[in-house]
């Protein structure tokens, strides 16, 4: 009856490991919209069940099987010394009991890896979450190929799949680095500067920054190299509540929004030639990345909702190409 049950428990779980390489080689080739979120949380449920079952059905059922073989040993060596055969190897072995106790391939890759997927689990979900920067848009504060950890708790615990808040903790501020998810694509993580919060009239007009009718200090740095697109560009220093960051310039880009598309409360901004006006409604944010005449943020495709955030990004923990990039950043 255990054997028959062990086979088709390994049977379906030869089909549920055959499922997720299915999806995880269909979301590489680009045949299916991948969500990692929603593949770990069934990965950890999954594993999670296989390691109950394992501790409470199926190490039990090996525990007794070397009971009943050790059993069946001792009165098979009893038999053959009532026998008057004393020179006998009829006790178990170390090997026999490990092979006995081992536990078959389908629970080594479930129920064994639980511990580790449940909590690199609730370490993305809840703590940190790693980013890699894939886009030159938050040059010069972060480069491409810069792997960043997101603060996932810093503006509240969110529910991991559905994303929905269920503590409060920080607002976003102007200056804040954050991750979230793209709007007009959700299953897509974006990282922009907040430089606008709810009730903030920004403005970015002749690609000068003003906040509520104020400038947002600015001051000329020495001309940035950009290894990628090998020409330099200029730099600036702008300061938003107490953080101080670099931004770029492009003098060939015109001051200008070129393609905005149609986006929710797109009636709360006014595009001219000189650029963009626009007043942050309840609940949303404006974001900006800080190579500003090269990035594809707020200004093209409207506010991010309160629902969309992610976290907040605060550290670049590894650059392969430059080692120099480890460490924070605001």
């Not at 010069?140 to 996932?152: A, E, S």
């Amino acid at each position: 009856m255990n054997d028959v049950i062990n086979n088709r428990v390994a049977s379906l779980t030869s089909v549920v490991l055959a499922a997720f390489v299915a999806y995880i080689a269909a979301w590489y080739l680009g045949w299916v919209e991948g969500n990692f979120a929603l593949m770990l949380f069934l990965a950890t449920v999954v594993t999670g069940v296989y390691w109950v079952a394992e501790h409470l059905y199926f190490l039990p059922q090996r525990k007794r099987s070397l009971e009943v073989a050790e059993a069946q040993a001792t009165k098979r060596l009893a038999d053959l010394q009532a026998q008057g055969i004393t020179q006998v190897d009829a006790a178990l072995t170390d090997d026999i009991r490990h092979k006995l106790l081992m536990q078959p391939w389908w629970l080594d890759w479930t129920a064994g890896l639980f511990p580790v997927i449940a909590m690199v689990f609730v370490l993305r979900s809840f703590l940190f979450e790693p980013f890699k920067i894939p886009s030159g848009s938050m040059i010069p504060t972060l480069r491409v190929g810069d792997l960043i950890l997101v603060n996932k708790f810093h503006y509240g615990v969110r529910l991991p799949v559905i994303n929905t808040k269920i503590i409060d903790n920080n607002q976003p501020q102007r200056g804040d680095v954050m991750v979230f998810r793209y709007p007009p694509q959700p299953s897509l993580d974006y990282i922009k500067r907040v430089v606008g919060v709810p009730g903030d009239e920004v403005a970015y007009l002749n690609k000068v920054l003003t906040i509520n009718g104020v400038p947002v200090p600015k001051k000329p740095l020495p001309d940035f190299f950009e290894p990628d697109a090998m020409r330099y560009g200029k730099q600036f220093q702008e300061i938003q509540n107490g953080r101080t960051y670099g931004t770029l310039n492009d003098d060939e880009r015109p001051a200008f929004v070129p393609g905005a598309s149609d986006f929710m409360y797109k009636d709360h901004c006014r595009y001219t030639v000189e650029g963009v006006v626009c007043k942050v409604p309840d609940g949303h944010y404006f974001l900006m990345g800080d190579n500003r005449d090269n990035s594809l943020d707020s200004r093209y495709w409207g506010f991010v909702p309160e629902a969309n955030i992610v976290g907040r990004a605060f550290f670049v923990w590894m650059n392969f190409g430059d080692l120099g990039r480890i460490g924070r950043f605001d």
